[in-house]
Nanobody, 127 residues
Framework: FQLQASGGGLVQSGGSLRLSCVGS????????VGWFRQAPGKEREGISC????????YYTDSVKGRFTISRDNADSTVYLQMSNLEPEDTAVYYC?????????????????????WGQGTLVTVSS
């Protein structure tokens, strides 16, 4: 099982970035996938998750209206389009997948013992 996250970088406040998470080795469209982030000195938090079929999405309040999650199951990829970025969005962003948890639960609790994490990608937003 593998998740490969990419797309992080340095961007100015108000700018945009798109993160990608590519999955392999598991039934991708049968798994909820989510994006989490961990800022320096803070706990990891779930910010956006999407159901296996893509019809159900979840966003934490701090990113609603600015971030959009989507998935392309044909390419085994989940995207996070981030717009109007703020310095407070600076963090390492991780994706995770779980074949058991629904999207909201994945974001609220992280992956279950059947799920797994990808590696992180750093997003830095300068003021």
């Amino acid at each position: 099982f593998q998740l490969q996250a990419s797309g992080g970088g340095l961007v100015q406040s108000g700018g945009s970035l798109r993160l990608s998470c590519v999955g392999s080795g598991f039934t991708f469209d049968g798994s909820a996938v989510g994006w989490f982030r961990q800022a320096p000195g803070k706990e990891r938090e779930g910010i956006s998750c999407i159901s296996g079929g893509g019809s159900v999405t979840y966003y934490t309040d701090s990113v609603k209206g600015r971030f959009t999650i989507s998935r392309d199951n044909a390419d085994s990829t989940v995207y996070l389009q981030m717009s109007n970025l703020e310095p407070e969005d600076t963090a390492v962003y991780y994706c995770a997948a779980d074949p058991q948890r629904i999207s909201s639960l994945l974001c609220e609790r992280g992956p279950s013992n059947l799920g797994f994490w990808g590696q992180g990608t750093l997003v830095t937003v300068s003021s």
